[in-house]
């Protein structure tokens, strides 16, 4: 009798890093069916992508680097929420333990999220020059906040290179600059509160 193997599953991601983070970004339109809403399948699957949870801390099968910093996955879609291009859900993955953590942000792979929301057709092109910088409204879904990445574009796309250096990343990239719209909360009414962040991405 053949064993009888669980169907292999081909799902399009990116690795990026940003700020001194790593992780695996996904498009949400690309994410099978069931894993498109919260719930156990979606957890499993980034379980699973990341290689965890890995009772030898490696995550040798997985894309997780067994830091807290680079076992890390983001979803990005359309975003309808006016006065917003893309909305960004962050899942912080345990290394050990079956478990994701909604609940925060990272604000390393934050600067991040602009650059995947454009080279991967979720920024109308009207709103993206051939040659200066692209402005992308950001919707934090994770904590309901808003952050406004500033990417660098040459040639209509999104420019890597640079000599913007961070403390704790080997090698300089561009910079992203990042507005982080009221962030301690307070909730509607409170105003907004213009915080610039510079992250390097590569």
């Known amino acids: 009798m053949s064993p009888i193997f669980q169907p292999q599953v081909s799902i399009p991601a990116t690795y990026l890093r940003g700020g001194t983070s790593k992780g695996v970004f996904f498009r949400l339109q690309d994410l099978p069916v069931p894993v498109q809403a919260p719930g156990d399948a979606r957890d499993a699957l980034l379980l699973r992508v990341i290689g965890s949870p890995d009772p030898y801390g490696k995550q040798i099968d997985g894309m997780g680097g067994a830091t807290s910093s680079t076992s890390k996955t983001v979803i990005v879609a359309r975003s309808a929420r006016p006065g917003h291009d893309v ?17 925060g942000n990272c604000g390393n792979l934050s600067a991040a999220v602009g650059p995947f929301a454009i080279s991967n057709g979720l920024v109308d092109a009207s709103r993206v020059p ?18 406004v990445a500033h990417v660098p574009i040459t040639n209509g796309q999104v ?6 250096e961070l403390d704790g990343v080997t090698f300089p990239a561009a910079e992203v600059q990042l507005e982080f719209m009221d962030p301690t909360g307070g909730g509607r009414g409170r105003g ?9 991405r590569r």
């Open 159 to 164: 420019q890597e290179t640079g000599g913007f």
């Open 192 to 200: 907004w509160r213009h915080v610039p962040d510079r992250q390097p």
């Open 87 to 103: 909305d960004y859900l962050f899942g912080q993955v345990s290394i050990d333990q079956a478990f994701v953590d909604w609940s």
């Open 130 to 147: 051939r040659d200066g910088i692209a402005v992308v409204r950001i919707w934090q879904a994770n904590i309901a906040k808003t952050i």
